[in-house]
């Protein structure tokens, strides 16, 4: 009994080591040479959007360091009256420290529109969209197109470069005086994204 | 009954002794000889150095002079080119390079990037990773290639560092042509 036991546990170390040797054997058979080089490390850039708002003044990044996506306030200051239209404008500035091309698209989506404290004002509203050289060009009323559901987009704007949409809210003129002092809140989402890789935009 | 088995055996190396004394007679019949000159048998060589260092270079094939300080994005395609001198002797020597140790401490999710090669490339022509016996140094350009993929999509693997640290190349022979030994696995 003891010696079949002895011969079972060589058997079992016998094809142990075959097996090993089988496994680990190319190895060593043939000629090798290694040289090493140091490639270093390759690091990934960041994706930084500033936002300016125009007339508020309102400065953020476009997501916040704990990485939800930041609100920015208008604020137009002039009251609307029938037929009229206020306008406000954002600075979308492509702030990555990219070492490439890195190109980027501004989309600003379909408008929300909410009547507050359960007024009509917002089915006599329209919004439109531009883009423009510089906030200052927002109160100029022509250029401006209705914001439709596809949404409109900037064009590329390339590493360290920004752009500016601007926003235009006019009251139709047969609104009637039922939404006098009336309010809404109007929702923008803006979206950029990266275009033009690896080719242009 | 011990004395007699020691006996019988006595005898028994006694007769093979005789036998073995009998059988000597063939030496002394005619024998002769022939001289042969198989001359020397040398070894080739395999090595490899590296003969500068390795630059990296961008899609636009413009030059990355510190990439430590550059930030891909994604549809970044980078490539790392190092010059080694090969060495080949041997009639049916073979090679070919690989590179060891360049997934190491990757920070990027493994779907966005892929890294591949090397590839090789002599006097600026793309040659096939099976390098043979040459009397000269073999002067050639290893290849590594990283590319950011361009699907990577929100803000994924943003401000994520992949850390190549030291690469090996490595020059393995293998197995060319009839004679040698069967390819190891």
């Known amino acids: 009994m003891r010696i079949k036991r002895t011969l079972q546990a060589a058997g079992l170390i016998a094809a142990a080591v075959i097996l090993g040797l089988l496994t680990v054997q190319g190895t060593y058979a043939l000629w090798g040479a290694t040289a090493v080089a ?61 070492g490439g091309t890195f190109n980027t698209v501004a989309t600003v989506g379909q408008p929300t529109v909410a009547n507050a404290s359960g007024g009509s004002l917002a089915q006599y509203l329209s919004v439109n969209a531009k883009t423009a050289a510089s906030t200052g060009d927002c109160s100029t009323s022509s250029g401006y197109a209705p914001l439709q559901a596809a949404g409109f987009s900037s064009p590329p704007v390339p590493k360290a470069g920004s752009t500016v949409l601007c926003f235009q809210v006019a009251l139709s003129p047969s609104a009637p005086s039922t939404v006098k002092g009336q309010a809404v809140n109007i929702t923008l989402p803006l979206t950029v994204r990266q275009c033009g890789v690896p080719d242009g935009c | ?54 630059v990296w270079k961008d899609r636009a094939n413009n030059t990355i002079d510190d990439i430590s300080a550059y930030r891909v994005v994604p549809g970044d395609k980078l490539t790392f080119t190092q010059d080694v001198d090969v060495t080949l002797t041997g009639d049916k020597m073979a090679a070919s390079i690989t590179a060891l140790g360049t997934g190491e401490q990757n920070g990027f999710i493994s779907s966005n990037v892929v890294v591949t090669g090397p590839s090789l490339t002599a006097g600026g022509a793309p040659i096939a990773n099976h390098l043979t016996q040459s009397a ?19 803000q994924v693997d943003v401000n994520k560092t992949y850390n190549f640290g030291n690469v090996g190349f490595t020059l393995q022979q293998v197995v060319a042509g009839a004679g040698l030994v069967p390819k190891q696995s």
């Open chain 2, 136 to 154: 000269d140094v073999q002067k050639v350009t290893a290849t590594i290639t990283f590319e950011f993929l361009a699907s990577t999509s929100g």
């Open chain 2, 1 to 54: 009954m011990k004395n007699s088995t020691l006996i019988k055996g006595t005898a028994a190396i006694a007769v093979g002794a005789a036998l073995l004394l009998g059988g000597g007679g063939t030496l002394a019949a005619w024998n002769d000889s022939v001289s042969a000159a198989p001359g020397t048998i040398t070894a080739g060589n395999l090595d490899m150095a590296k003969t500068a260092a390795g």
């Open chain 1, 38 to 98: 140091s490639p270093g490390a390759v690091s990934s850039a960041s994706f930084t959007v500033n936002l300016t708002a125009a007339p508020s003044g309102q400065v953020t990044t476009m997501t916040l360091p704990d990485g939800r996506p930041a609100n920015v306030a208008l604020t137009p200051g002039s009251a609307l009256l029938p037929g009229t239209s206020v306008h406000g404008g954002v600075v979308v500035t492509n702030s990555t420290d990219a």
